[in-house]
């Protein structure tokens, strides 16, 4: 299936892009570890089944040097042996407030205190942020219907200006 339609050609559609890319770096250029970063975005992703956006960071991550055992075990992180302590709160926190519709607290109080005792304010601050960037990025390309497999690292910083 063919993306429905073409986010990056619209005149409309690519100034959005352009700024939304532009906010992200804003987290990029946090103190959150950007191992952590691309696990959550991937994680995110997967959730939200954004073809599009598990290629990006799968990509973006082996190209920054992330280990393709720990990409691959993503999915199954509460099953594998691979993450630290404090990705495992970080992938804990992507899952839940990924999944808001199902837990109507959203986000429990014992994901966010595993959040508090591995990350600082400054990257707590990241870490929501990221979390509440990524799904919106998921639900642009996945209402599109733009597919994974096309991208390449470092293509998105084109973009950005």
């Known amino acids: 299936m063919d993306a429905r339609f073409n986010l990056f050609e619209n005149e409309i559609s690519a100034k959005f892009a352009k700024r939304f890319a532009n906010t992200g770096q804003v987290i990029e250029q946090s103190p959150l570890p950007k191992t952590t970063q691309e696990l959550v975005a991937l994680r995110a992703s997967q959730i939200n089944g954004c073809g599009w956006c598990v290629d990006f960071h799968v990509k973006e991550a082996a190209a920054a040097g992330e280990d393709a055992v720990r990409l691959h075990l993503v999915a199954t992180w509460r099953e ?52 509440a960037l990524i799904n919106a990025a998921n639900r642009l390309a996945v209402l599109v219907h733009q597919r994974g497999g096309s991208y390449e690292a470092g293509m998105f910083d084109a973009m950005r200006g």
């Open 80 to 131: 594998s042996t691979v993450f630290t302590e404090a990705e495992r709160a970080a992938l804990a926190f992507a899952e839940e407030g990924t999944r808001l519709a199902d837990a109507h607290l959203g986000v429990s109080d014992e994901t966010w205190a595993g959040v508090r005792k591995h990350y600082d304010d400054d990257q707590t601050a990241a870490l929501v942020c990221l979390v």
